[in-house]
């Protein structure tokens, strides 16, 4: 396993032994490490989606970094994305949400604005698992319109469907891919992103299908 993994196993945190039985002795849930440049939500956008950055070890720090910077422009300097986002906010507010040039800020801290910006950007759903909720409840971002159109469902059932009754009325809705990504730190401001090792292969998944176990059990709508 490469030493880019550097939280060897992360399947007691999660409370997954692996994402199937017959997988069991060879699938791991594994966090992954990000520096600690400001961008750290991007880099672990950027390494669930090419998991080739955490096992080659001719991938540098820099060529990872300048990868995630990358994907930072993509999503910020989307003006239709960030406009779409905008007028999301209530009106009496918008003042307080982020211009597109400070996002693009290094240091700039990624908050709930973000992460859903980020969702409907990629098109993917994004789940955040703090290490210390003893809930093993996420925080789910959503593209726009699946989010309106989950919100249609609640409110069709007056909000009486919850956990896995809502994730099974829904689930035709769902984007099709998620990642996962950890917050972590003492401020519980530092991303990391979780990724599938399959060590017989010797290979890492960072993206996760609507049905998975994993996204099944940590799903917060």
Known sequence: MSQYLSVASWD??????????SSRHQHHYVRVYTPLDGACFYHSIC???????????????EVR???????RQMICEHTPTYKKAMLRVDETLRQYI?????????????????????????????????????????IT??????????????????????????YKATLHLLPERFLLIAIV?????HFQPILMYDSRRQACFGVFDKSSMVVKKFINL
Not at 12 to 21: E, H, N, Q, S
Not at 47 to 61: F, Q
Not at 103 to 126: S, V, Y
């Open 141 to 166: 971002a959503l593209p726009y319109d699946i989010k309106d159109a989950v919100e249609r469902i609640k409110q069709k059932h007056k909000h009486m469907l919850h956990g896995t009754d809502l």
């Open 12 to 21: 007691l945190a999660l409370g997954l032994a692996a994402d199937g039985d």
């Open 98 to 138: 982020p211009t597109q040039a400070q996002l693009l800020k290094p240091g700039f801290f990624a908050g709930d604005f973000m992460w859903h910006l980020a969702a409907e950007r990629l098109q993917f759903g994004i789940l955040f698992l703090g290490l210390t909720r003893a809930d093993n409840q996420s």
């Open 47 to 61: 390494l669930a989606l090419s998991t080739k950055l955490c096992l080659h070890a001719h991938y540098t720090d």
């Open 65 to 71: 970094s300048e990868k995630g910077l990358k994907l």
């Open 185 to 189: 730190g003492d401020a519980q401001n």
